[in-house]
């Protein structure tokens, strides 16, 4: 059972918004849903299983929001090792996720661009936010509804220029990415990284990726939820199936 502890919510908010509780719900910051829930009913299972004869691994996360760096290696060896894998993550409506959209992070920087004034020279400038507003168009255009929602979007934006008559010679956007299948993340990334300057004088430098890739809706991940909704039943649980773009 794979779990995450840390939040995407900065130092101080459990100040401003402390846990409570309110009969048969519970509030707090974000983390006390994704994925504080999936936790406590982790630790709850791992009881029942020390009551009863069974037993599993959990494991517990403390870097899931800024990209699993320190406990990749430790999720992929123990879920090579395992013959089921769930993650303890809610949905919203309580459905079991059977797929979910893989997420890329990527930063595309503007440099070689030369810094010039936009009125006495500016045929002797390089303006890197024009590099970065062409790269833009060109990103966006990898959205493809019609492969099943594959989306690239830029969030973030960022120009070097110091003045405003100035011709600005950095700039530097970040890209979410989130595509259903491998072959579309393989699809996507080739063409990031296969943008060239629209410039000479300019160059583009690509940087992150595919921080989590897709997880489709295989025969295996069917035969899993089968068999969880078998037990479901058991408790008077109707339990459904969802394919989610993100954490929800």
């Not at 707090?28 to 406590?40: C, T």
């Not at 990209?67 to 990749?72: L, Q, V, Y």
């Not at 070689?112 to 006495?120: D, F």
Request: glycine share 12%.
């Amino acid at each position: 059972m794979l779990n995450h502890y840390d939040t995407v919510w900065p130092k101080g908010t459990i100040g401003k918004r402390p846990f409570r509780t309110d009969g048969r719900f519970a509030y707090g910051p974000g983390g006390v849903f994704d994925m504080k829930a999936g936790m406590v009913q982790c630790l709850y299972a791992m009881q029942f299983a020390a009551e009863h004869g069974g037993s599993f691994v959990s494991l517990f996360t403390g870097d899931e929001e800024v990209g699993s760096t320190e406990s990749r290696p430790i999720i992929e060896d123990l879920a090579s090792r395992s013959s089921r894998v769930f993650v303890m993550e809610p949905s919203q409506d309580g459905k079991i996720k059977t797929s979910r959209k893989g997420v890329g992070d990527y930063t595309v920087t503007f440099r070689g661009g030369r810094a010039a004034h936009a009125g006495l020279e500016p045929e002797k400038g390089v303006n890197a936010i024009d590099e970065m507003a062409r790269a833009v168009l060109f990103l966006h255009s990898l959205s493809d509804t019609a492969r099943g929602g594959t989306t690239v979007s830029v969030n973030v934006a960022s120009g070097g220029g110091t003045r405003s008559n100035v011709i600005a010679d950095w700039a530097q956007v970040q890209v979410d990415v989130r595509v259903w299948t491998l072959s579309e993340a393989e699809r996507v990334d080739g063409q990031i990284r296969s943008m060239r300057p629209h410039n000479p004088g300019a160059t583009i430098e690509v940087s992150g990726g595919i921080n989590r890739p897709p997880m489709e809706r295989t025969r295996a991940t069917v035969e899993l939820f089968e068999e969880a909704r078998r037990a479901a039943r058991t408790l008077g649980i109707d339990l459904q199936e969802c394919a989610v773009g993100g954490w929800q």
